[in-house]
């Protein structure tokens, strides 16, 4: 459902971009099969064919500022793209915690959120169980744990540019984001496939917590499909 639906709830904030947040979050990187991919991984049509490398990401985040408060998300990157004649990112299922963050997050950067209750526990030093429920159905949960050294990370060496569909034109977003990072691991994996892409049949290839993130989601480029 587009957010311009007559029948669509207006949010309490209307946030054009750009955005600024800061948070915590951990992003998880797959090697995934093209043929696991197009059955579980709710690929949109722009999508479906122009996958160009089959490395994507699991991505949980606790933004503590927005320009629409703080809010939770969960977020499937199923690869690289080629849409628009660029190689691009694209997400292909999110959810997040706060209704103003979903209208928002789909008016400005066509980003197809859905809306959903988190569950953030912490068990010591770097560990955290985060669960994430439609109605009274768990559809994901993991177990993570931080260790090591941190380090500078930043996207001014690793660009990050996403794209989305929204209404016919695909709109180009290059988010900025600096923080401090260190090795994650996970276990206790668990989805359901009817929400979720079922990520608890594989094996991250690598796991990375980024504490005390400033982040800048600018305006996005919009051009033809």
């Known amino acids: ?5 007559p029948f669509s709830p207006i949010p309490s904030l209307i946030a054009p971009a750009p955005w600024r947040l800061t948070g915590h979050g951990h992003i998880f990187l797959f090697w995934y099969r093209k043929e696991w991919l197009q059955e579980h991984s709710f690929l949109a049509p722009f999508q479906r064919n122009n996958v160009k490398l089959v490395l994507g990401g699991v991505i949980l985040v606790d933004y503590h500022t927005s320009d629409v408060g703080p809010y939770r998300e969960l977020m499937f990157i199923p690869g690289l793209f080629k849409l628009g004649g660029r190689y691009l990112f694209s997400i292909s299922k999110i959810y997040v915690s706060s209704y103003d ?17 988190f569950s953030l526990e912490t068990a010591g030093k770097g560990q955290e169980t985060w669960t994430v429920n439609r109605g009274d159905k768990e559809i994901f949960s993991v177990r993570l744990k931080s260790k090591g050294w941190s380090l500078p990370i930043s996207t ?16 180009i977003t290059e988010p900025n984001v600096s ?17 979720f892409p079922p990520v608890n049949q594989l ?15 600018p305006e996005p480029v919009k051009t033809a499909i």
């Not at 963050?101 to 809306?115: A, C, D, R, T």
């Open 1 to 5: 459902m587009y957010i311009n639906d």
């Open 101 to 117: 963050s979903l209208w928002n997050g789909v008016e400005n950067w066509g980003i197809p959120k859905e809306l959903a209750d």
């Open 156 to 171: 001014t060496l690793f660009p990050l540019r996403i794209g989305q569909e929204l209404r016919g034109q695909l709109l």
């Open 179 to 195: 923080g401090t990072c260190q090795r994650t691991t996970s276990d206790s994996w668990r989805t359901d496939p009817a929400f």
């Open 203 to 217: 094996r991250p290839w690598l796991g990375l917590s980024i504490h005390d993130f400033n982040m800048k989601f």
